[in-house]
C-alpha cells in the first residue's frame, strides 16, 4: 500500500516568529504516500507550527514544504485538518458543516454531493444526527464531525492536530481505533500531532520527535524518527506486547534526554 | 406577570396624584393621559407626528448600519487603518449629539436629511464597535481551515465571518434600534420645523400640556419598544443554533 515516492518534502525548513522567536530551524524530512506519521514533544516546542507550515497556513521564513512537488495551498486538492478544538462551526448543523468543503469548492447540491455527505456521516457513525447543531454534540463526535468534513473532499493529506486532546482516555482510545479504521477505508496521508506517546505508537507507521526551546533561544529540530514496526490492523491489545513497550520506551527517552 | 407589574405602576401612579393633590400640568394622572391620548388619536395628530419621526428613525439605523459593517470590517482587519482612523472616530464620540446637531442643521440644507443625519451619528457607533468584536471574535482555527480550503477572501466572509459575528453584530442591532429613537427625537429639537414626535414634546411643554408630554414620551417608548423587539425577533430568526444549545447534550 505504501508507495515509495516521496509525497511530502520540506527542505531545510525554519521559521521566525515576529522576526524574534526562533521556533524552527533545518527541518528537513519527507513522508511518504499513504503513511500515517505521527509527531511527539515538550508542550510549546512548536509541533502546531510544523503543522501547519505542512498545509501551507504558515510561510516558512526559509526552506520549503512541497506536497507533491507543489506549494501546499496551490496543490489541486486541498488538505484535510482537523483541529483539537474550536473547529466546527456552531451556526451549522452537522450535514451542513461536513458540507462546506464541498460548497467551497463549487460542488453542486444534488444527489452526488450529498452522496459522499452521507458516506462520510456513516463512516464516521453520526447517522441519524444530521441536524444537530455542534453544541448539542459530545467533544467525541464533535470531533467526528471534524474528521468527516476534513475527508470528504477526499483530501490526499490530512492534519490531525491533537485531534483528541480535549477527549476523556476511554473516548479517545476509540477514537484512535476508528482513525485506523477510517485510515484503512481511504487512500490518505496523514500527519497527526499529539500529546500521547501511547497513541503514536499505537497508531503510526513513524513517530518524528520533535526537541527545543525556543522561548530560550534553542530553535526544535526533529531529533529522531523512530519506525514503528507492529503488524497492522491494530489493536488496544497490543499496547501489552513487549514491542509496543520497547517503542513507547524509546521515544520517552528520546524526548527526555535530549539535553 | 408583565401585565401585572404595569396594572402596579399605573393604580401607584394614580394613587400618587390622588393623594398628592398635585395639579394636572405638573403630574397628570393615568386617565389625563388616557383621555388627551384619545384626543390626539381621535384627530388623527399622534399618528402623523409618529410617522414623520418613523421616516427619520428607520433610515437612520439602516443608513447606519450600511457605514458600519464596511468601515467595521476595514478597521478589524487592517491595524493601519484602526490607527488612523479610530482617534476620530472615539473623539467623535466625546462630543454630545446634541451639540453637533445644530451644526449639522447648518450644513445640510434639508431638514428631513439633517434629522436623518443626526440619528445616523448616534447608532453608528455602537454597531460600528460590535461589528469589530464580532470579527475579532472569529477563531483562528476557522480561518485556518477556511485557507486550507482554499476559500476566496469573499467566501471567508460570507461563510465564516459574517455568520460568526452575527450574534454581536445583533447585539449592537439591538443597542442602535434604541438610540435611533433619541437620535432622531435630537434632530427634531434642534431642527425647527413644525413636525415629528419631537416637536410636538416641545409644543407640549410650551403650552403646560403636562398630559401631552406624557402622551408623546410613552409613544417613543412605544416605539423604541418595537424596534427592539423586531431586531429580537430578527434574532430568534437567524440565531435559531443558539438555542439548540441550551438543550442538554447528549
Given at each position: ?10 527542505t ?6 515576529a ?15 499513504g ?30 514544504v ?7 495551498l ?15 462551526m ?19 447540491k ?72 477510517i485510515?484503512q477505508?481511504m ?6 500531532v499529539?500529546?500521547s506517546?501511547?497513541e ?9 520527535v ?7 533561544g534553542?530553535?526544535?529540530k526533529?531529533t ?5 514496526n ?17 517503542d ?12 | ?9 399605573l ?27 384619545q ?6 395628530r ?13 433610515p ?8 458600519a ?22 473623539a ?29 451619528l448616534v ?21 485556518d ?23 454581536v453584530?445583533l ?7 434604541t ?31 403636562t ?9 417613543l417608548?412605544l ?15 437567524l440565531?435559531r443554533?443558539?438555542?439548540?444549545g ?5
Open positions: 500500500m505504501i508507495d515509495k515516492r516521496p509525497f511530502l518534502t520540506t531545510d525548513l525554519s521559521f521566525v516568529f522576526e524574534q522567536l526562533h521556533v524552527l530551524d533545518g527541518i528537513s524530512l519527507h513522508i511518504q504516500e503513511a500515517f506519521v505521527a509527531l511527539v514533544g515538550p508542550s510549546g516546542v512548536g509541533k502546531s507550527t510544523l503543522l501547519r507550515l505542512f498545509g501551507g497556513l504558515l510561510p516558512p521564513t526559509s526552506g520549503q512541497l506536497l507533491q512537488g507543489q506549494p501546499p496551490a496543490h489541486r486538492s486541498p488538505i484535510g485538518i482537523v483541529f483539537q478544538r474550536d473547529g466546527l456552531p451556526w451549522r448543523t452537522v450535514w451542513d458543516n461536513v458540507a462546506l468543503p464541498l460548497e467551497l469548492q463549487g460542488v453542486q444534488g444527489e452526488m454531493r450529498n452522496g459522499r455527505i452521507q458516506a462520510m456521516l456513516d463512516l464516521v457513525g453520526l447517522n441519524g444526527f444530521e441536524h444537530s447543531y455542534p453544541a448539542q454534540l459530545s467533544g467525541g463526535m464533535a470531533q467526528r464531525v471534524s474528521i468527516a468534513r476534513a475527508l470528504v473532499h477526499e483530501p490526499a493529506l490530512l492534519l490531525l492536530d491533537e485531534p483528541f486532546g480535549a477527549l476523556d482516555a476511554l473516548t479517545r482510545e476509540r477514537m484512535g481505533q476508528e482513525l485506523l479504521h485510515w477505508a487512500p490518505v496521508t496523514v500527519f497527526m499529539t500529546h506517546i501511547m503514536a505508537v499505537l497508531l503510526a507507521d513513524e513517530v518524528l520533535m526537541n527545543g526551546q525556543p522561548a530560550t534553542n530553535p526544535a526533529i529522531a524518527r523512530i519506525p514503528i507492529l503488524p497492522r490492523p491494530r489493536h488496544l491489545e497490543m499496547q501489552a506486547t513487549a514491542d509496543f513497550q520497547q513507547v520506551a524509546t521515544i520517552r527517552q528520546a524526548i527526555a534526554g535530549f539535553p | 406577570m408583565v401585565s401585572i407589574s404595569f396594572l402596579a405602576l393604580l401607584g401612579w394614580e394613587l400618587l396624584v390622588v393623594w398628592g393633590e398635585y395639579d394636572r400640568f405638573i403630574l397628570p394622572g393615568p386617565s389625563d393621559v388616557w383621555q388627551q391620548l384626543i390626539v388619536v381621535g384627530d388623527g399622534l399618528q402623523q407626528h409618529s410617522l414623520i419621526t418613523l421616516s427619520e428613525v428607520i437612520g439605523l439602516l443608513i447606519g448600519c450600511v457605514i459593517l464596511p468601515l467595521g470590517y476595514l478597521l478589524a482587519k487592517s491595524p493601519l487603518a484602526a490607527r488612523l482612523i479610530s482617534p476620530y472616530l472615539i467623535s464620540q466625546a462630543i454630545p449629539v446634541i451639540a453637533i446637531a445644530p451644526l449639522l442643521t447648518i450644513w445640510v440644507r434639508s431638514t428631513y436629511w439633517a434629522r436623518v443625519l443626526v440619528a445616523v447608532v453608528f457607533f455602537p454597531i460600528l464597535i460590535n461589528i469589530i468584536a464580532g470579527l475579532r471574535s472569529v477563531p483562528i482555527e476557522l480561518y481551515l477556511m485557507a486550507s480550503l482554499h476559500a476566496t477572501r469573499w467566501q471567508t466572509f460570507r461563510k465564516l465571518e459574517f455568520p460568526a459575528a452575527l450574534p453584530i447585539a449592537g442591532l439591538k443597542v442602535g434600534a438610540l435611533s429613537v433619541i437620535g432622531a427625537l435630537v434632530g427634531e429639537f434642534v431642527q425647527p420645523k413644525s413636525e415629528g414626535l419631537g416637536f410636538l414634546l416641545v409644543t407640549a411643554r410650551y403650552q403646560f400640556k398630559d401631552l408630554v406624557f402622551v408623546v414620551l410613552l409613544t417608548a416605539i423604541a419598544l418595537s424596534l427592539y423587539g423586531l431586531v429580537a425577533l430578527l434574532e430568534k430568526r440565531l443554533w443558539q438555542q439548540a441550551s438543550h442538554q447534550k447528549m
